[in-house]
């Protein structure tokens, strides 16, 4: 009887302590509940079609699935130098039609990914509401500026800057993003992201 409160307590024990993977906090309760992890933040600015400038701003802190923030890197084959792919995902609760999505690879030496990325991939979407008219924000490029990029292998963390130039604003004028990244990516062991 004894022998049985012992493996009775190892196995209690053993099930406590497993972690889950890190999916950061969760989001408003709701049937739409994602989970909130980091930020990418910017601001638009263009000229309306009064010709008056205008600016918005976009705070996306919510990510639907794992996959949305993950980062690939092989530092084995070429090593000191090596490769990586990466996904970022955030997207606006309040208005699901406002996100943005990264895909960028790049190349880095000695466990420093290099600070500009050898290339990317960016889907970028917001309707904001300014001096109440509805505006359209749109851009799909792959010629995203992305500058200052960091990634720490010891806690995933990934940071940069980003610029979209030419942002279809649905007013026949286009306009620019400039922004910043700060997610926790999750390392994926496949070479499975696009």
Do not use: H
């Amino acid at each position: 009887m004894k022998s049985f409160y012992l493996i009775l307590i190892a196995l209690v024990t053993i099930t406590v302590s497993c972690k889950k993977a890190k999916e950061g906090a969760p989001g408003p309760a709701g049937i739409d509940a994602y989970p909130k992890q980091g930020y990418v933040y910017g601001t638009v600015t263009f000229t309306d079609e009064d010709n008056k400038p205008q600016t918005t701003t976009f705070n996306y802190q919510y990510y639907e699935s794992l996959s949305n923030s993950q980062i690939w890197y092989d530092t084995t084959t070429n090593a000191p130098s090596f490769t990586y792919k990466l996904n970022v995902f955030r997207e606006d609760l309040k208005d699901s039609g406002s996100s943005i999505k990264f895909s960028i690879n790049g190349t880095g030496a000695n466990k420093t990914v290099g600070a500009i990325p050898s290339g990317s991939n960016v889907n970028f979407y917001l309707l904001a509401n300014i001096n109440k008219k509805l505006y359209s924000f749109y851009y799909k490029e792959t010629s995203a500026i992305i500058t200052n990029m960091k990634f720490n292998f010891a806690t995933n963390q990934l940071t940069y800057d980003f610029t979209l130039t030419n942002v279809d604003c649905g007013v026949n004028k286009s306009g620019t993003v400039i922004g910043k990244v700060d997610v926790i990516v999750n390392y994926s062991p496949y070479n499975n992201l696009n």
